[in-house]
């Protein structure tokens, strides 16, 4: 009897095992990307959706993801090339890309906003340092999946109450042996580094505060501020 969890693994390598059998499966692995037909690979759990980069946050952000294609197509390559542009050249491209009219106008607001530094919001300057943080480690492909379990700032890595709890997130989203291994001693640095930053900072602020000028009364002129 197989448990119906298991089934479909089950009929999976029965097919598997009859294919390879019968010669009806190539032996090589040059033609599936060096893996063994019919076996299971590792990495198929860890690919993660395609990340998104800074001109299809940008667009996402104001609910113009549909136009990531055309807009690409006619030559935005980053938001950069948003930021020189005057509104005219702006409509331009905008009719360009054939947008519908209220989304020409949400178009021109949004890259004044990029211009005038609005754009980008907290949440998206967050997360752009979450996915710096993980490309120094090679682990930006887990960027979608561990987002998605909660790590939306660096100072969730903080929050991280031991090894346990890291090994957990990294199981969460499918991470392999090293690559696990890899997280938990990038989260352990930095909440060393985090917490001696915080130390750093509150030890400041308290000397700052032993500083402030005191009340001093003269018989002349009062109270003087020293």
């Known amino acids: ?77 980053s938001l950069s090339d948003l930021k020189s542009l005057d509104a005219d050249s702006i409509l331009s491209i905008a009719k360009e890309v054939s947008m519908a009219t209220l989304h020409e106008n949400k178009f021109v607001g949004a890259c004044r906003e990029l211009q005038t530094g609005k754009y980008p919001p907290k949440e998206i300057k967050d997360a752009s340092k979450v996915d710096k943080w993980l490309e120094h480690y090679n682990l930006l492909k887990y960027s979608s999946l561990l987002k998605k379990n909660g790590l939306m700032r660096l100072e969730d890595i903080y929050n991280l109450n031991d090894e346990q709890e890291m090994a957990a997130l990294a199981t969460e989203v499918s991470m392999g042996v090293l690559h696990k291994k890899k997280f938990i001693a990038a989260c352990q640095e930095f909440k060393v580094k985090y917490k001696s930053s915080k130390m750093k900072r509150q030890s400041s602020k308290s000397n700052n505060s032993d500083k402030k000028p005191s009340l001093k009364k003269t018989d002349s002129e009062g109270c003087l501020l020293m």
Do not use: C
């Open 1 to 77: 009897d197989i448990a119906w969890r298991k089934w479909q693994w089950f009929v999976r390598e029965q097919i598997t095992n009859y294919l390879r059998e019968n010669n009806m499966v190539r032996s090589n692995g040059a033609s599936n990307g060096g893996r063994t037909p019919g076996r299971y690979n590792d990495d198929d759990d860890q690919k993660s959706p395609q990340e998104e980069d800074e001109v299809t946050l940008f667009l996402g952000h104001y609910k113009l993801k549909k136009y990531d294609s055309q807009l690409r197509d006619a030559g935005l390559e």
